[in-house]
C-alpha cells in the first residue's frame, strides 16, 4: 500500500530517533502501532527525477490482465470490489467520480516524500468472474463485467495495519512535516479529512503513518450537486479558496473545505466538517514555504504526468496544472 522501498528515501523519525513514539489512539484501536518509532516522512532526495505517471509502485508494479473478481468490498462510501491479476497479486477496484482525483493526489503526495498508495487509473477493465450482481455500483457495470475509469490500488502482503491516527493526536504536532501535509491537502484541495482515512502501517521497527483515501482532491469547498463537481473537476477547483488569512507569522489554509450549504439536510456531518477547521489554521509560515520549495522541485512536466496517469483530457491536465502552478508561487512567495 505504502511505498518504502526506494533506497534513495532517507527516513525521518520525527521526534528522537531512538525513541518509540506512542500515539494517542481511539477506542477500539490496536495499541501496537506504537511497537517502533513513528515516521510520516522521508526525505525525496530524488524528486526531480520521480515519474509522477506511473507514481510510487512504478511502471513495473502497474496491474496487468486477465483479472478475476475476488469479493466486492464495503468499506467507505464509494462502489468497490477485490480483483486478482495474472500475477497473483490483489488490487482494490474504486469506481466512481474518486478515481481519477484519488490517482493525482497519491502520485503528489508521493512526491513530496509522504507515504501513499500505489494506484493506477485504468480507462478500461474487463473482470473475469464478475457476479450478477453488485450491492453498490451495479449501474457502472457493463454485461460483459467490464468497468470503466477506475482506480486500482495494489494490496502489500506484507502490508499490517495496525492502527488509525488523529490529526489533533498523533506524534507528529507542531512538526514542520505535519504543517506540510496540512499545506499539501490545502493545495489538492482535499476537504475530506476524517481521521478514519489516516492509518498506521508496521514496516519492520517503523511505524508508517498514512493519509489515504485522497479521492476528494481537486474539486469544489464541500459537497456539490451534481456530484461530479465536488471532486476532480476543474471548473469547481479553479473557484476553490486556498488560503483564507496570511499573518506575519501564520497562514489559515481552507483545509478541509467549509461545508456547503448540501450538508445542512445532515447537520452532525455538517458540524463535524465546521470543526475539522481547526486543521489548516495557524500553519507558520516557514513550515507553508517549506512545502512550497518541495513542490516547486516538481517539473511542469511531472504536474503534468500524475493527471495524465489519472485519464484527464489534454486541456483538463493543462488548467489543472496551471491551478497547482499558481498555488505553489503563492506558498513560495510567503
Known amino acids: 500500500m505504502y511505498v ?16 518509540p513514539i506512542a500515539p494517542a489512539l481511539e477506542k477500539g484501536q490496536d495499541d501496537s502501532a506504537a ?3 513513528a515516521v510520516l516522512w522521508s526525505n525525496p532526495t530524488d524528486i526531480a527525477s520521480r515519474n509522477l505517471f506511473y507514481g510510487p509502485g512504478g511502471e513495473q508494479d502497474q496491474p496487468h490482465g486477465p483479472f478475476t473478481f475476488v469479493k466486492e468490498d464495503m468499506n467507505g462510501t464509494n462502489p468497490k470490489f477485490i480483483v486478482r491479476d495474472r500475477d497473483g497479486v490483489k488490487w482494490t477496484v474504486k469506481l466512481g ?3 481519477r482525483p ?4 497519491c502520485r503528489i503526495t508521493w512526491a513530496v516524500g509522504y507515504y501513499t498508495n500505489e494506484d493506477y487509473f485504468m480507462r478500461d477493465l474487463q473482470v473475469q468472474g464478475m457476479p450478477a450482481h453488485l450491492r453498490r455500483g451495479q ?3 457493463d454485461p460483459d463485467g467490464s468497468v470503466h475509469n477506475v482506480r486500482l490500488k495494489r494490496h502489500d502482503k506484507d502490508e499490517t495495519k495496525t492502527a488509525d491516527w488523529q490529526w489533533r493526536l498523533d506524534p507528529f504536532t ?3 512535516e505535519l504543517n506540510g501535509l496540512k499545506v499539501l491537502m490545502a493545495v489538492m484541495n482535499n476537504w475530506d479529512l ?11 521497527p517503523e511505524s508508517i503513518y498514512v493519509v489515504s483515501d485522497l479521492g476528494a482532491s481537486f ?3 464541500g459537497l456539490r450537486w451534481p456530484l461530479d463537481k465536488a471532486k476532480g473537476n476543474v471548473d469547481s477547483y479553479s473557484h476553490s479558496k486556498f488560503i483564507r488569512r496570511i499573518t506575519p507569522t501564520s497562514v489559515d489554509f481552507a483545509v478541509p473545505a467549509r461545508p456547503s450549504f448540501v450538508y445542512l439536510v445532515n447537520p452532525k456531518a455538517y458540524i463535524r466538517r465546521i470543526h475539522l477547521e481547526w486543521i489548516g489554521k495557524g500553519i507558520p509560515r516557514d513550515d507553508a514555504r517549506w512545502m512550497g520549495n518541495l513542490l516547486a522541485s516538481l517539473s511542469p512536466g511531472q504536474i503534468h504526468d500524475a493527471f495524465r496517469a489519472a485519464g484527464y483530457t489534454p486541456q483538463e491536465v493543462e488548467r489543472f496544472s496551471a491551478i497547482v502552478a499558481r498555488r505553489i508561487a503563492m506558498l513560495t512567495d510567503l
Open 4 to 19: 518504502t522501498k526506494n533506497p534513495l528515501l532517507v527516513s525521518v523519525t520525527l521526534f528522537a530517533l531512538s525513541l
Open 35 to 37: 511497537a517502533g518509532p
Open 97 to 99: 467520480i474518486e478515481a
Open 102 to 105: 484519488e490517482t493525482v493526489a
Open 139 to 141: 449501474k457502472m457495470v
Open 174 to 176: 507542531n512538526t514542520r
Open 194 to 204: 476524517k481521521n478514519e482515512n489516516n492509518h498506521v502501517y508496521q514496516d519492520g
Open 219 to 221: 474539486g469544489s469547498a
